[in-house]
């Protein structure tokens, strides 16, 4: 049972336009969403994250919407700049005060283009 | 400050032996979690270890075993290796304040694990 899903496994957009990409969970006990961006060998880097009190964050070009009702997050990226190229992938927690325990979605490859 | 440092960054095991991978979390970080990444399953949680104490645990077998030290760094060991062991492992550690809580975990490069 996937509780967090990224049904969309690549997204190509051009530089300077904004890349959304989507999220969605069963888990209705879920407390906190992460977004982390994932480059080749290397570990994710931590872009933004939002708890469930909440229905957006914004860092910076990063916002994170977060839909409660629907089960659903996502992430823009405004603009986009050929930097952000990379795996993008969502993650849930239950408890994130206490607990490591992250389920991640199965990721979004994310191409800009020049 | 220095992040998550994780050793070795590749490990070439044969079938049947067993390994340890070692993680040193950022400074002052209690809380070290471990990931495997495969292409076919993603980033699944392993364990998570917070003042030396196994806090949580995924669903992975009895072969898969970590601990923590009182300096906070962590290792995890694998026996009986499979084919199927192969993967990218990752560490991750958090503070535990109240004043971090927006924050997320800071992960380690990871060590590539190929069994042959």
């Known amino acids: 049972d996937q509780q967090v899903k990224q049904n969309s496994p690549s997204l190509s957009v051009q530089e300077g336009r904004i890349s959304i990409l989507n999220c969605d969970y069963t888990n209705s006990m879920f407390d906190y969403f992460l977004w982390y961006k994932k480059y080749p060998a290397e570990g994710p880097t931590f872009l933004i994250s939002i708890s469930s009190i909440k229905d957006k964050n914004e860092d910076g070009r990063f916002t994170v919407f977060l839909n409660k009702s629907a089960k659903h997050l996502s992430l823009h990226i405004v603009p986009s700049q050929p930097g952000d190229s990379a795996v993008y992938f969502c993650?849930?927690?239950?408890?994130?005060?206490?607990?490591?325990?992250?389920?991640f979605g199965q990721g979004t490859t994310l191409q800009v283009k020049p | 400050k220095a992040g998550v440092t994780q050793t070795p960054r590749y490990l070439i095991k044969t079938r049947g032996q067993q390994v340890t991978l070692s993680c040193s979390p950022i400074?002052?970080?209690?809380?070290v979690s471990w990931y495997q990444q495969t292409p076919g399953q993603g980033l699944q949680f392993l364990f998570e270890y917070f003042s030396e104490t196994q806090r949580n645990k995924g669903n992975f077998p009895g072969r898969f075993s970590g601990r923590q030290f009182s300096n906070s760094r962590s290792e995890m060991n694998v026996s009986t290796l499979e084919l199927g062991d192969s993967a990218l492992y990752l560490c991750?550690?958090?503070?535990?304040?109240?004043?971090?809580?927006?924050?997320?975990?800071?992960f380690g490069s990871g060590t590539r694990l190929t069994v042959v």
């Open positions: 991750a550690s958090r503070a535990e304040r109240t004043d971090s809580y927006p924050y997320g975990y800071t």
């Open positions: 993650a849930a927690s239950v408890h994130y005060l206490y607990t490591g325990k992250l389920i």
């Open positions: 400074s002052g970080h209690r809380s």
